[in-house]
């Protein structure tokens, strides 16, 4: 089975903090997401990486960067935490594309998180 | 650009009965679709997807869906609902090229009532 970590469930921060957000795979996927979820709007995609080093913007990538050093690891960082980056965080990876692949993303747990 | 939209945010049903909750998209190209389903404080799970062949698509806890490209409809419907059902389904489309980004829906919450 695959697995998707996210190194923490809950979290609280005050304005102005620096917030780390870990993820890790355990599939050897290219391919890995984050999404913040708000009632209402479903999942919006932030930033997403297909390869070591590489990323791409999503949607909603103001006040957010990543950063993937290695295959199984993807992190969000939240350079100086606002209030209305109050949400709930998720993190994907995803199988191959191509001719045999499915697409089909994997998701982690989740992490709630509240700026205060 | 493909966009997704879930009619019923929200659909109340009781248990045993059958249920339907609708998603229509959006998109000039072909698409792959799919179900995921988010039960309390927990992360996203797969329900099903379609990528071609057969419209009618079964999926785990006895769900199904409907791909109807004049309609651009992908319908989820369950015969018969438990309580365990209660949760948060969306809807999501992407494309077969490029770097396949997963465009979901605002979700449908749903609540089985006894």
């Known amino acids: 089975d695959v697995k998707v970590t996210q190194s923490s469930r809950y979290l609280v921060k005050r304005t102005g903090e620096k917030v780390f957000l870990e993820c890790v795979q355990d599939?050897?996927?290219?391919?890995m997401f984050w999404y913040r979820q708000d009632p209402g709007l479903g999942l919006r995609l932030i930033y997403f990486?297909?390869?070591?080093?590489?990323?791409e913007k999503g949607d909603i990538p103001e006040g957010y960067s990543v950063s993937r050093e290695k295959k199984e690891r993807f992190s969000l960082i939240l350079e100086s935490a606002s209030t209305n980056q109050t949400s709930m965080y998720l993190c994907a990876s995803r199988t191959p594309g191509g001719r045999r692949g499915s697409y089909e993303q994997y998701f982690g747990p989740g992490t709630r998180l509240t700026v205060t | 650009a493909q966009s997704v939209t879930q009619l019923d945010s929200q659909v109340p049903v009781f248990e045993e009965a059958p249920v339907e909750l609708r998603c229509n998209y959006s998109s000039s190209v072909s698409v792959y679709l799919f179900w995921y389903v988010q039960y309390p404080n927990q992360g996203l799970q797969l329900l099903l997807k379609?990528?071609?062949?057969?419209?009618l698509v079964k999926g785990i806890n006895g769900f199904e869906a409907e791909f109807n490209k004049s309609q651009t409809s992908f319908h989820l419907r369950k015969p018969s609902v438990h309580i365990s059902d209660t949760a948060e389904y969306f809807c999501?489309?992407?494309?077969?090229?490029?770097?396949?980004?997963?465009?979901f829906g605002a979700g449908t919450r749903l609540a089985v009532h006894p």
């Open positions: 599939m050897d996927h290219e391919n």
């Open positions: 990486s297909y390869d070591v080093k590489m990323k």
């Open positions: 379609y990528l071609s062949g057969s419209t």
């Open positions: 999501a489309v992407t494309r077969p090229v490029g770097y396949n980004k997963l465009i």
